[in-house]
């Protein structure tokens, strides 16, 4: 079971985000709405978006990182692909295999992505290295 910090520090993680989540659902549904892009490619791109602004929120305020940016930076791109991939993943099965509407595959897909980024970068990218807690 969880402790109160560790309890703390993922309701921040999910709190910041869920601002990265509205870049990403802005740009899937910009794409996919106008046309451009099915939801899958749609989903991944705006994925790629959302993780650019966690990494800069997460490294201030939820890990409050103050170690070398060369050293946090290919941590978190590391993870944020394989968030991007599983999303991706997801998003095919979902979408394309299952039939479900884009945007209820996206939210099912942002929650399983959400718990093994959350992982991820809690023992790997802001571990240590100057990090305390929230």
């Known amino acids: 079971m969880p402790d109160g910090r560790t309890l703390r520090r993922f309701v921040v993680y999910a709190g910041v985000g869920a601002i990265g989540t509205a870049a990403q659902y802005a740009v899937l549904i910009t794409l996919v709405t106008a046309g451009l892009t099915n939801p ?3 989903s991944m791109t705006g994925a790629g978006v959302g993780a650019v602004v966690n990494y800069w929120l997460n490294r201030r305020v939820t890990f409050r990182h103050g170690s070398s940016h060369l050293k946090a930076v290919p941590r978190f791109a ?3 692909l394989l968030g991007v991939a599983v999303n991706g993943l997801l998003m095919n099965l ?3 295999h299952l039939d479900a509407n884009y945007l209820i595959a996206q939210v099912a897909a942002t929650g399983v992505v959400l718990g ?3 992982i991820l970068n809690s023992v790997w990218t802001f ?3 100057g990090a305390e807690a929230v």
């Open 78 to 80: 590391a993870i944020a």
């Open 127 to 129: 571990k240590g290295h």
């Open 116 to 118: 093994i980024t959350y």
């Open 94 to 96: 979902l979408t394309r």
């Open 40 to 42: 899958v490619t749609g």
